[in-house]
């Protein structure tokens, strides 16, 4: 029995993200820092969730981060992600200080544990989409 791998989904960007996802495509990761009170948030927003103010900026972030929570999908909630189950998702904490959900993947992703240091890797999708996620950084 063979299995077919479908391609997995693609961004859509909006007012709000298309500039996080244009960053990405230049395997680069930027996340919105308010210029008001400097709070940095994740996903992108067109306000500060903490003081609404919509006066932001995107600053660039080193990559590195720490796992916060993660989740092994063992049956994928959609066919798209069939090929690729099992596989981990993560709330992974930036060293800039956002939260930020991904999936943790390459060697070691499903034996990944809470508190463990990843490094910033993009994933590509499609014909040109491209979407951040995380590695385990070995000890
Ligand atoms: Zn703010």
């Given at each position: 029995?063979?299995?077919?791998?479908?391609?997995?989904?693609?961004?859509?960007?909006?007012?709000?993200?298309?500039?996080?996802?244009?960053?990405?495509?230049?395997?680069?990761l930027?996340?919105?820092?308010?210029?008001?009170?400097?709070?940095?948030?994740?996903?992108?927003?067109?306000?500060?969730?903490?003081?609404?103010?919509?006066?932001?900026?995107?600053?660039e972030c080193s990559g590195a981060g720490?796992?916060?929570?993660?989740?092994?999908?063992?049956?994928?909630?959609?066919?798209?992600?069939?090929?690729?189950?099992?596989?981990?998702?993560?709330?992974?904490?930036l060293a800039e200080?956002?939260?930020?959900?991904?999936?943790?993947?390459?060697?070691?992703?499903?034996?990944?544990?809470?508190?463990?240091?990843?490094q910033l890797?993009?994933?590509?999708?499609?014909?040109?989409?491209?979407?951040?996620?995380?590695?385990?950084?070995?000890?």
């Amino acid at each position: 029995m063979s299995v077919q791998i479908l391609p997995l989904p693609v961004p859509e960007p909006n007012a709000d993200s298309r500039a996080y996802w244009a960053a990405a495509a230049e395997r680069r990761l930027v996340v919105r820092q308010c210029r008001a009170c400097g709070q940095r948030h994740f996903m992108p927003r067109g306000q500060c969730p903490a003081c609404w103010s919509d006066e932001l900026e995107w600053i660039e972030c080193s990559g590195a981060g720490t796992v916060y929570s993660l989740s092994v999908v063992h049956r994928a909630p959609t066919p798209d992600f069939a090929g690729i189950a099992p596989y981990v998702i993560a709330l992974v904490d930036l060293a800039e200080g956002p939260r930020m959900f991904a999936n943790l993947v390459g060697p070691g992703a499903l034996e990944a544990a809470i508190g463990d240091r990843v490094q910033l890797s993009f994933e590509r999708r499609g014909e040109s989409a491209v979407v951040p996620q995380f590695m385990r950084v070995q000890p």
